[in-house]
């Protein structure tokens, strides 16, 4: 059974950081590509990061050079560093697994001040 759990999310400042995380259970983790997508009330889901299972990275306009997407293999994790957040950022982010429909029940992230 798959399983993702997203934590890390809450209440920021506009400018401000979060760090969020994804943990991954039930798949051989270090051979699929992850992704990062989020959800703003009354809006579609739209794709944020992925990251490969090479460790190659791709980014939507509306984040780069704000967000960074990383993982770590050995503890089956996938982690959004979020940085110069923007009350546009305010959004519930979910984890996925590429290719398949995985979905964690994803976090809710608010830029407000």
């Known amino acids: 059974q798959v399983q993702l759990v997203e934590s890390g999310g809450g209440l920021v400042q506009p400018g401000g950081s979060l760090r969020l995380s994804c943990a991954a259970s039930g798949i051989i983790f270090r051979i699929y590509a992850m992704g990062w997508y989020r959800q703003a009330p009354g809006k579609q889901r739209e794709f944020v990061a992925v990251?490969?299972?090479?460790?190659?990275?791709n980014y939507a306009d509306s984040v780069k050079g704000r967000l960074t997407i990383s993982r770590d293999n050995a503890k089956n994790t996938v982690y959004l560093q979020m940085n110069s957040l923007k009350p546009e950022d305010t959004a519930v982010y979910y984890c996925?697994?590429?290719?398949?429909?995985?979905w964690g029940q994803g976090t809710q992230v608010t830029v407000s001040s």
């Open positions: 990251i490969a299972s090479s460790g190659s990275t």
């Open positions: 996925h697994v590429e290719g398949y429909n995985y």
